[in-house]
């Protein structure tokens, strides 16, 4: 896929050696996430020569600086196609995981990544457009390699492409660069981070037979005898359907929520429940409607018990600004009705549909905070990069947007389900898993993972489910 033109005709003329990415608005942004990673305020400038030159804020006479050096590294926008290298660090660096650090973008690592100069350090690649890149996903904007959801998949990414998705390559490469700042102002106390774990659920099925109309119950009563084996279930199916009014019937096998909020409290932690508050595509969309009194009392209990509530913005929202506005409104509404406030509102695409960046505007445009649908359906891992939260900016405005991502790890389905990895529940499933926590915690991150409740109707499921949060 080559360069895509609407971004050719933004490239700004700073300077004679302009990398693509580079916009005055862009840098501000850059050292608006420094500032969260490392603590304190930092500038960035760009110079004639083809590097960009990073130092403290609080020093602004200091001559002390470390600069990047743009001139080898290819990192357009709108593009997989970049080729992409590896460097593995030596004394006095390391790295926060084993093995040599992918560099995307440069193929050519021969020289010395990492020189001393008599004012700091120069590193002999664009960091700062790595991180943008990554960050922004402009690797992502008008993409036609699609899924049949058209979403863009894991498998047309440069990081499958070059087998770094199991890594949090932007965290990694801040570790680094950690190192360098401490060495280069050793006055310099950096924060530190304490790894941690977010869990969120998608409600897209708050109960099996609750909601469902007299065909659908029938069919989901056939699918207890034919797909799944649970005959019990067929006969409790009119009983948990008729005990549905008020409350969800606690015979209903998807209405294990407080079961989802025991866990996450035994382990410290507190959940988010994302509930769909519209119909665009009755086919893919809720059978529930968010101001039904089962649905408010579901919305009440889990805000009873300090856990959050949040936005899944129906099936053909991810292109429709005023539909997620509208739908936000709606579960706002509803929410405060039944006197649930909170300090913030997030969410996540229902299917994991993403347009970049017209569902990341359409969630800045509907007033939410954070959204979380930034992970691959058919991989785990890294699709940002990154395991920690960031600000969010547009790689087609180039500005910064009044929002929030929170990269998402792993989806249970992406990993049991036989349309993906289909590891089913068993240890290779926890292994995986379990790995990609551990690599969150190695860099100090957050290991954010979306399991719904309607799948943690089995008691494999729910085994699964405790050692991976337990782990």
Not at 97 to 102: C, K, T, V
Not at 179 to 200: D, F, N, Y
Not at 336 to 351: F, V
């Amino acid at each position: 896929m080559t360069i895509n033109a609407t971004f050719q005709t933004q490239l700004e003329n700073d300077c004679p050696m302009t990398p693509a990415w580079y916009s005055s608005a862009a840098l501000r942004w850059l050292e608006a996430v420094w500032a969260e990673r490392f603590g304190g305020a930092w500038r960035f400038s760009m110079h004639d020569d083809g590097l960009i030159r990073m130092q403290p804020a609080a020093t602004p006479d200091s001559t002390a600086s470390v600069d990047f050096c743009t001139k080898f590294c290819a990192l357009p926008m709108g593009t997989s196609n970049l080729p992409c290298g590896s460097w593995l660090p030596t004394d006095p660096w390391s790295c926060a995981l084993p093995g040599a650090l992918p560099v995307p973008g440069q193929a050519d690592t021969t020289n010395q990544m990492i020189n001393r100069t008599a004012n700091g350090y120069l590193i002999n690649y664009d960091l700062p457009g790595l991180v943008y890149w990554m960050l922004t996903r402009s690797e992502e904007v008008d993409r036609t390699d699609l899924d049949q959801f058209e979403r863009f998949p894991a498998s047309a990414s440069h990081a499958v492409r070059h087998g770094y998705i199991a890594r949090p390559l932007v965290d990694e490469w801040l570790y680094v660069l950690r190192q360098v700042i401490e060495a280069t102002w050793p006055g310099l106390v950096c924060i530190r981070h304490q790894p941690s774990v977010k869990v969120a659920h998608d409600v897209d099925q708050p109960g099996r037979y609750a909601f469902a109309t007299w065909s659908r119950l029938l069919k989901r009563m056939g699918g207890d005898v034919v797909k799944r084996r649970e005959p019990l279930n067929m006969l409790i199916a009119p009983f948990a359907w008729l005990g549905s009014g008020q409350r969800i019937s606690p015979l209903d096998p998807s209405n294990c929520f407080d079961w989802m909020m025991d866990v996450s409290e035994m382990n410290g932690l507190r959940s988010a429940f994302y509930f769909i508050s519209g119909r665009t595509n009755p086919a893919f969309d809720a059978d529930y409607e968010i101001e039904h009194p089962a649905i408010r009392a579901l919305m009440r209990r889990i805000h009873e018990r300090g856990h959050e509530i949040g936005l899944h913005p129906s099936f053909g929202t991810f292109r429709s600004p005023a539909a997620l506005t509208s739908e936000a409104d709606r579960l706002r509404r509803v929410c405060a009705e039944e006197g649930i406030t909170q300090s913030q509102w997030g969410g996540r695409m229902h299917y994991l549909r993403w347009s970049q960046p017209t569902t990341l505007r359409a969630w800045a445009e509907a007033g939410m905070h954070y959204d979380a649908t930034l992970g691959y359906a058919d991989q785990p891992g890294f699709r940002c990069g990154t395991c920690f939260e960031y600000p969010a900016f547009d790689p087609l405005s180039r500005q910064s947007v009044a929002l929030r991502l929170r990269p998402l790890i792993a989806m249970e389905a992406t990993v049991i389900e036989p349309t993906y990895l289909g590891l089913g529940t068993g240890e290779q499933a926890a292994h995986l898993l379990r790995e990609l926590k551990r690599t969150c915690a190695a860099v100090d991150g957050t290991f954010t993972l979306l399991w719904h409740n309607s799948n943690l109707t089995r008691s494999a499921d729910r085994v699964l489910y405790q050692r991976v949060l337990a782990a």
